[in-house]
């Protein structure tokens, strides 16, 4: 175990130097590929109005998701009415996407447990 810690801790300090070394220059060239992203001037009240043309942006597309949303509910109706027609395959890949689901669930449970598969610390 000790042995892991010392392999571990050198790996970060090569990291670190890594970073150190060519960060900047990494830095200004991310910038230069993006500078059609960025806007001017970078001020505060730019940042306001860029977050409020997001948050209106993304209300405006509420109907559109919603109709999106009862679309994939009357196909899976539909799917459900005519389920002696249903391929296995189909029928396959919506069992493994349930079970990813649970699995999600479960993995996010045990975060937010603290990493533990017993239970809570009391």
Avoid at 2 to 29: D, E, I, N, R
Avoid at 49 to 68: C, D, M, N, V, W
Avoid at 79 to 101: H, M, P, S, T, Y
Wanted: proline residues 2%; hydrophobic residues 40%.
């Amino acid at each position: 175990m000790a042995s892991k810690l010392v392999q571990l801790q050198s790996k970060a300090t090569q990291a670190s130097q890594f970073v150190a070394k060519h960060g900047c220059a990494y830095y200004k060239q991310l910038l230069e590929q993006n500078k059609l992203y960025i806007q001017e001037p970078p001020t505060v009240e730019k940042c306001n109005l860029l977050s409020k043309q997001l948050f209106y942006t993304r209300l405006a597309s509420i109907p559109g998701r919603h109709e999106a949303f009862w679309k994939e509910v009357d196909y899976v109706k539909q799917l459900w009415k005519n389920r002696q027609e249903l391929k296995v395959e189909d029928a396959g890949i919506a069992a493994l996407f349930g079970l990813e689901c649970f699995a999600w669930f479960c993995a996010g449970e045990i975060i937010g447990r603290g990493f533990t598969f017993t239970g809570y610390y009391v």
